[in-house]
Each structure stands twice: as C-alpha cells, then as structure tokens.
C-alpha cells in the first residue's frame, strides 16, 4: 500500500537513460545484459547501468511502442529476450539527440563562461 | 501509434496473460544473474564468490519483479480487484446480514421500478410517432373545472378545417369491431379515426397505404370502406400472407377492403389500447349499428380529438386561435338554441393542452393513485436503505478496531472509505440487480390488477422496460449504495485510531455522541414505518367497509353472459323469442339456479337514465335498466311489494316499471306506489309495479341511486344487446363452453358470448382501492419485517460489543431482570422517539389519502393507535430477544474472552 513517487531528479535520468538504452540498441536487436554492457564499454567504463533502473526503462519503452521484443538463442546459445528498435524508437532516438545536443552545448556554454 | 494508446493497448494486453509476463520476467532477469556471474568467474572470481556479487548487484529480485508489475498494470483496477474480493469475502462471511440486506433491497427496487414502469407507460413514454411533441389534446371548456375530452360530430368537423396553427386535427373512438371469421362473428379490439388521424401520426406503413381524407367520407373512399390493420393482426388473422393489401373483412356484416399494414411500433394514440383495425370515422353507422354516433349531432359525445401543431406554433398560440374560432363552432354545431346559450353563458371554447404521450381516458383516473403507490414505494426503500445502513453502521462500529488497525499500517482513509463503499456498492448492486429481475413479474402482477382483469374495458398497458426505466433503475441504485454505504462508511473510519486501538471493547466514553447516529437512524426507521402502516391501515379499513356497505344485491355465484345482437337480423318479438330459447337452454345447465337477463352490468360503470315525475309532482332523475323475468330473485334483491316481470310483459300489455326504494321514496312520500303511474318526459307513463330493494347501480361508493327497472320486453332500444344473468351452484367455468354451444345453435351469426363472474365485476369496479389497500397492506408488513430485523440486528450488534462490561455488572451482582431491562431500554426509547415523530407525520400526511377513503376519516384516533400498537408489539418482540439473550451472559466468560 505504499507508494512509491518519482522524484523529479529521477525522472530526468530516466530520460537521458531512455535515451541511451536507445542508441544502445540503434545498432540492432541486443539483450539487456548486451545493453548494459555496451552502453559501460563504450562510456569508458564511465557510466555504469544499474539493473533495477535497466529494465523498468526497457519495459516501459517496449510499453510505448518504441521498442519490441521477441525471445531469441543469445551468443551463447540461451533463451533470451532481444529489444529492436521500431520505427517510433527510431524517430524518438533522433529527437532525444537533438534535444541532448542542444542542452550539452547550451550546459558547456554556461559552465565555460567567465 | 501514440505511446500512451500503445501503453494502454499493452497494460490491457497484460490483464489477460499475467502469468506468462511473470514468467517472461522472470527468465530475463535469471538470464542476466547468469550472465553477470559468468563474467565474474571470467574475472577470476570463484564459483561461489561469483554467485554471491551476481546475487548481490541484482538485489531483490522479487522488488524488482514488482516494479515491472507494476509498470504493466492498471493500478487502480487492481487495487479495486483486491478490494472487491475482499467485501465479497466478508459478505460471504456474515450470510444472514447479506440475505437480509439482499432481500430488503430487492422489495423496495422491485416495488419502486414496478410502480414506475406503470407511471412510465401510462404518464411519461411519448407516442412513437416523430416530433411526438408538437402533438396536444384538444377540450371544451365550458367554465366547469375539469375541461371535457368528449367531442360530438358537429364540434369536431368544424375544427377539422382549421389549418393555420394546426398541421392536422383528428379524432378517434376505441371500439369493438364484429369481424366474420371461419365460424360467426368475433370480437376485435379496433378504433375509427378520422381522415387527418394517419397524416398527422406520419408513420410509414409496413406495407399499401394508410388511411387517407378521402377514406373519410359518407360511404367511404372510391371504392368502398377501407380499413388498415396492425401488424399483429395481419399475422394471426391473415397468417401473414404477402399479398393481403386488397383483400376484405366483413366487418359488422359490410365489406371493408384492407389497403394497408401499420407497424408494431405504433400502437394508436391512445397508449393503453392496442387497436389491432383501423376503420374511417364514416363507417361508424355500419360498425355501431344500430346505433348512429356520427349524425347524432350534438346528442352524441363520442370522440376523442388531438392535433398536430404547425412548426413554430405554440399552445399559447393555438389556444388563442381556438377561442378565435368556438363561438362560430358552437353556432354551426346545429344544438338546439337553448342549449347553444347556456353554453354560450358558461364562456365555452376549445383549448389545447400537451398531448405528447396521446390520450388516455384512464390517467385521470389513476393518475393520483400511481403517484400515490410510487410514494408508498419510495418510502419502503427509503426504509430498506435506511435499516441496511443502520446495519452497515452497527457492524462497522464492530469493526472498528480492524478498521484502525488497517489504518496504522499506513491505509489511507480515502482507501478504507473506498472499500467500505464498495462493500455497500456490491450489496446495492446485488439488490437493484435482484429487484430489477423481479421487477417485470411485480409489474405485470401490478398492471393486471389495475387494467381490471378480463372485462370489456380493460386496458392493455405496456411496461417493456426503456431507457427511462433503465436510467430510473441505475438512479435507484446509485442513491441506494449512497444512502447505504457513505455514512457508515465516513463514521466507521473518522475519529482518532489511537484510542479506538488502545481502547477496543471499552471504548465507553464517546459512546453518546457517537450512537447518536445510529439512533437517529433508527427513530427514523421507527417513524417511517409507522407512517406506512398508518396508511395501510386507513386504506384497508375504507375497503372493508367498502365490501361491507353491502351492494344491495348477493353478487356470489352470478354470473354474467354477454350476448351481441346488434349485428344480427332479428328485432322485437322474434329477438325476444331468441331470448327466451336462451333463457330455457341456460336453466338446464349443470348447477344453474336461476336465470335472468339485464341491460346495463350493476357497477360496470355503465349507465342509462332518464327524468320522470309522478303526476303533478317534480321531475327527478331516474337511474334505469331492463331486465328480465325473476331477475331480483336471480339477484337476490327483496322484493318489498308487488310482483316480478313476467314473459306476458310484453309491448302491447301495457308499459310497466318497477321502483327501487329510494325512487319509490321519491315519487311517493306517502308510499302506496304500486298502481301508480310515473310519466317520463315524452309523457308516456308507466305503471308501477312493485317496490324492490335498494341495490347499487353504477358506483360502490355513496348510497343506491334510485332507480327503475322496466321489462326487457318493453325496451325501445333496438336489436338490444343483453347479458344474461345466472346464479350458479358450484363452478361456473363449465358455463363457457355451454353458452358457446347454446349460442351456436340458436343465433350462429353472433360472437362468441363474454363471460364474468359478478364478483369480478364487483372487484373491478373499486380496484383503484383494492389495489392500494393490498399494496399498502404488502408494504406495511414489509416495513414492519425490516423495522425489527433493524432493530435487533443494532442492539445485537451494540450488545455483543458490551458483553464485557454487562459481564462486569452480572459479576458485581446486578440482576439478570435488571439487566434485561437496561438493555430493553435502549430500543425502547428509540422506538417510543420514532412512534411519536411517525404519528406526528402521519396524522398530518394522512389527509392525501381522503379522496380514496370510504366512510373513513383520516384521523381515526382507532386506526392510529391500532397502527401504533402494531408497531410497538413488534419492536418489543425485535428488542426483547437481544435483551434475553444478554441476561444470560456468563460473567466469567465474558470477563475471560477480552
């Protein structure tokens, strides 16, 4: 009976994670784990994915139309549920760099400021 | 698509296959664990060491699932889902508290959609034809306070013409219509409408044409009379054949050719008759025969009239334009010039009023008692509402210590109110669900007492449910869960958890303030009943004294046998013969007594009269009926001197009469009427023969009117139309078939004859009263069931909360008299309240009743305090148990059991 609110915070990492999870998978059909593992990789081992925020983003995209899923054999020959981007993901995954671009420059234009 | 229909699309999906999206969660999560402790055991990790990080970096799996879980579904339905299981499990849990509650529900639903089902039929539902609102009733106003429906030919005609704010006037008859069939004549329900009556209703027909202006017209149409026929009738009387436009039905011996077909849906514009032909007002001297309304001129009221308002046209306009028009009605009508001023002086003119829902002659009548039973209703599920919150309340108040409990752990208020509605909600629901049910066999019960069972009269009423009934029902049942659930469900949860927790059975000291409510509820309950069955009380006992004021006639064992000589060829002498052979073939029936016959039923509403006067005296109104030879020994009328008819009374011995008292009374005050002479307006005289006994003619209520009656015999009415009356030993219904037979051999060409018990004829004639006593009767038991089931249902509940301290008394030493008495007192003084607020109410609402009450005033101080009585005696026995019951608890049990 409790419940749990997003916090305004949250809500904004969701985003930039939604977003992420997105181009994580604009090179084709990967399971979470892949995702996961891709986005740490190719981050520097900078961003570090947590689970429980991982898959909450890839159900509620998958929710909203932006990806499917469909089970498939993983590299390793296990049953596994792969994420594809639709056509709706991939508009929105361009959207959401343009929107990140502009805000990182808008950011750095703040902060390199005298 | 848009993201938040695709979400919607998915939760829904989800709804249906849960157990497969938890597994599929499942496994994906276990696929990741898997992969996570393979890379830690690439790390180097060992096998153990591998599994525990994997584990641990996971976390919970379950919160997480959850999580998931959460993102699929509908939080509220499932929350809701939870909550109605939950009411359901504690409504299966207490069975007797729900059958209770179901069953109480169920009566006032039932009982109030019934009741509204007939106010719709017969007040609210618009005629089916389109723009029913431009439809009004047309009246003459002659300064009396009831306008008159009636209309005769002449005033009808010149309205007829008067195009400017009407599209259409028309009028119509009901009527009874002799149709040739296989084997004689039979009866069929019909009506003659003039020539505007179908352009003015615009229904399309199913099949041919409807009838026109021209069909309208002295000797119909073109080419002969035309008819139209309803739908049903054309498949059952012409099996539905495709090509039954231009096909003839012989129709009071003439041809009529049927030219068209009206759909089911329209039913005429009278809603409580189903006319199945529809025959042009100018063939009524062919369908009336002998008699002739439409060139009775301004003798005849028969007519019925209604118009179409132009577009644009209001009442207040049409109303101007009729009063335009009245005075040159009236003086073309061809009245005589006497009657013309004297209407002339009264201010007469015609006017308009919404006609919508058609004209029904019989609104008038039962307008006031439905709206009177719908009140009735209202207050027996006010009642029902009231007793299951008062329940509801009772058993809240056991709850309460669940209910904070609920609260501690961090329910919301707004939740444990919700699911205390929904409790109430399910048992509204379930009842109005279960009353709705019952509702068509109530209503139907209902319609059939007040359309007065099989007579030649009665109505036909449709209570088919629509929308407004469905919407009336949602209403009820929407109000009823309010009235039920909120304030219990507001009171059980409001005030401060702590102490209801801390004190749990004790909680004594609010105890005043916070059974206020309930004791309200309760002298309510009390009060409202009583009011109910005051009212029932009055009504029964006027129906008693009804049937008590004695008919002046034995109506037992008699009964009446219509036969229909209009349409046949016989007149006078041969008729009369014809009669006679009837009357020898109905004494050798099994069980027949006696045999006679008579012109006018007693109490069919029905009537025939005429102004006599004794020589030299003044003239007074006579009530009059023809009857046959050993007719007051057949009905058991005393004769008080002088003889019966005889066979030998025929035209040429001399026109006779017989006096009832009171007319004997009034002729000759100082008595000595046989061999006398009275002298009707013609002054044609009549010989009086013998003085009977007073018996009522056309109305229960009041006095016997006085009244003559002359030999049938001697009747100047032609090819008359008579019911034989017959007093029975044992069971009449063998005399169905026996008339039948008797009437196909001796006049085959008549229909087959109508038969009615006496009795039946008696009850119908006061059914408006019957009706009511026995509604009232049924509700006021009904009130008074749930008023002690309400009262011992809230001092069990109050008592089993006090087992403790009444445990503590007994203990200390208090009496188990005492005891009883202390717990008594409690609904004693709530029933003593309630008494007095319900008879406060009830003396001042009883005076709705009088115009229903025979010989009975509305505040008979006996009615009262019998009702009151009743009441009292109820509630004691409802109190009384719980009382006996808490005398006898074991102290230290109930100290033991905390």
């Known amino acids: ?114 | 698509m848009l993201p938040a229909i695709s979400a919607f699309l998915g939760r829904l999906r989800s709804l249906f296959r849960g157990r497969r999206m938890e597994s599929e969660m499942s496994e994906e999560l276990a696929f990741h664990r898997e992969r996570l402790r393979e890379k830690y055991l690439q790390e180097g990790m060992s096998e153990k060491a591998a599994e525990r990080a994997a584990r641990v970096r996971l976390g919970n799996a379950q919160r997480w699932q959850e999580r998931l879980r959460e993102l699929w579904s509908f939080r509220i339905l499932e929350e809701l889902t939870r909550d109605i299981r939950f009411s359901l499990r504690l409504l299966w849990k207490s069975p007797g508290f729900t059958a209770v509650g179901l069953a109480t529900l169920a009566l006032g639903v039932s009982a109030n959609t019934a009741v509204f089902s007939l106010i719709n039929s017969l007040l609210l539902r618009p005629l089916a034809v389109p723009q029913a609102q431009q439809m009004v009733v047309l009246s003459t106003q002659e300064g009396a306070p009831q306008p008159g429906y009636s209309f005769c030919t002449p005033f009808f005609r010149g309205l007829e013409g008067k195009g400017d704010v009407f599209q259409n006037v028309f009028a119509f008859v009901n009527d009874t219509l002799q149709v040739r069939g296989e084997s004689g004549n039979v009866n069929v329900h019909g009506v003659m409408v003039s020539g505007q009556y179908f352009p003015a209703m615009q229904v399309k027909p199913v099949m041919g044409r409807y009838l026109t202006p021209a069909d309208d017209q002295e000797g119909g149409g073109s080419s002969g009379f035309a008819v139209v026929i309803s739908e049903d009738f054309w498949k059952t009387w012409f099996n539905g054949v495709p090509d039954v436009v231009g096909r003839s039905l012989m129709i009071a011996n003439a041809s009529f050719t049927v030219v068209g077909v009206i759909p089911k849906s329209f039913t005429g514009a009278d809603p409580t008759h189903h006319p199945q032909i529809y025959a042009p007002l100018s063939a009524d001297p062919i369908i009336d025969a002998p008699r002739d309304h439409l060139h009775g001129g301004t003798h005849a009221w028969w007519l019925t009239v209604m118009a179409r308002l132009q577009p644009g046209v209001d009442l207040e306009k049409a109303n101007a334009a009729l009063q335009a028009v009245s005075t040159g009605v009236l003086h073309t009508s061809t009245g005589e010039a006497d009657w013309i001023k004297d209407e002339e002086q009264h201010h007469f003119h015609f006017a308009a009023e919404p006609g919508s829902n058609g004209f029904a002659y019989v609104r008038s009548v039962f307008r006031k008692p439905l709206l009177m039973m719908f009140g009735m209703c209202g207050g027996l599920l006010l009642l029902a509402c009231l007793n299951l919150a008062s329940l509801l309340l009772a058993r809240g108040a056991v709850r309460e210590r669940e209910l904070a409990t609920r609260r501690a752990l961090g329910a919301t208020r707004l939740r444990l109110i919700r699911q205390l509605m929904i409790e109430s909600l399910f048992l509204a629901t379930l009842g109005t669900g279960l009353g709705m049910a019952l509702t068509p066999i109530v209503g139907h019960a209902l319609a059939a007492m007040l359309s007065g069972g099989s007579g030649p009269d009665s109505m036909s009423l449709d209570i088919s449910p629509d929308w407004r009934l469905y919407g009336f029902a949602a209403a009820v049942a929407f109000i009823a869960a309010v009235l039920i659930g909120l304030m219990p469900a507001w009171r059980a949860t409001e005030g401060d958890l702590n102490e209801q927790i801390k004190n749990g059975q004790h909680a004594q000291q609010q105890r005043r303030q916070t059974r206020l409510i309930p004791r309200l509820l309760m002298i309510s309950q009390v009060a409202l009943a009583l009011i109910l069955v005051s009212g029932a009380a009055l009504l029964a006992t006027s129906l008693v004294r009804l049937y008590r004021s004695g008919l002046g006639f034995d109506p037992h064992g008699v009964v009446n046998i219509s036969f229909s000589m209009d349409k046949q060829q016989l007149d006078g002498e041969p008729l009369m013969e014809v009669y006679r052979q009837i009357w020898d073939g109905l004494k050798t029936a099994p069980g027949v007594k006696d045999v006679s016959f008579q012109f006018v039923v007693p109490l069919s509403h029905r009537g025939w009269n005429g102004h006599y006067a004794a020589p030299g005296g003044e003239r007074h109104l006579l009530w009059l009926n023809s009857v046959g030879p050993d007719y007051f020994n057949t009905m058991r009328i005393p004769l008080d001197q002088g003889r019966g008819f005889t066979w030998s009374d025929t035209k040429s011995s001399g026109l006779k009469i017989i006096l009832n008292r009171s007319a004997a009374k009034l002729f000759f005050p100082q008595g000595g009427a046989i061999g006398r002479q009275i002298v009707d307006r013609d002054k044609v005289a009549y010989e009086v023969v013998a003085v009977v006994g007073d018996a009522k003619y056309r109305d229960v209520r009041g006095p016997a009117a006085p009244a003559g009656y002359v030999p049938m015999q001697q009747d100047s009415q032609k090819k008359p139309s008579l019911s034989a009356v017959v007093r029975v030993d044992g069971p009449w219904q063998p005399l169905v078939q026996f008339s039948r037979e008797l009437t196909a051999r001796l006049v085959p060409s008549i229909p087959a004859p109508v038969i009615r018990p006496m009795d039946e004829v008696v009850d119908t004639s006061i059914n408006t009263e019957r009706m009511m006593a026995l509604l009232g009767v049924f509700f006021a038991g009904c009130s008074l069931l749930v008023t002690a089931i309400g009262l011992y249902g809230t001092l069990s509940y109050a008592t089993a909360r006090r087992t403790n301290e009444i445990g503590i008394r007994i203990a200390l030493g208090a009496q188990r008299r005492r005891v009883m008495a202390m717990i008594f007192r409690e609904n004693a003084v709530v029933a003593t309240i309630g008494c007095g607020a319900g008879l406060a109410v009830a003396v001042s609402l009883s005076t709705v009743l009088t115009s229903f009450l025979y010989e009975t005033s509305t505040r008979d101080p006996w009615i009262f305090a019998g009702a009151t009585f009743t009441l009292v005696c109820v509630a004691s026995a409802a109190s009384l148990l719980p009382a006996v019951r808490a005398s006898w608890i074991d102290p230290m049990q109930a100290i033991r059991s905390e």
């Open chain 1, 1 to 114: 009976m409790i419940r749990e609110e997003n916090t305004d915070s949250g809500s904004l990492l969701q985003g930039t994670l939604e977003m992420l999870v997105l181009k994580a998978l604009a090179r084709g059909p990967q399971h979470g784990y892949a995702v996961a593992e891709w986005i740490h990789h190719v981050s520097h081992q900078l961003l570090k994915v947590e689970e429980g925020a991982l898959y909450p983003a890839l159900h509620r995209l998958e929710m909203r139309g932006f990806l499917n899923a469909e089970w498939g054999a993983s590299e390793n020959n296990r049953r596994a549920k792969f994420y594809r981007l639709t056509a709706e993901g991939t508009k929105r995954l361009d959207a959401e760099s343009q929107r990140w671009a502009r805000l990182s420059a808008a950011v750095a234009f703040v902060m390199q400021s005298s």
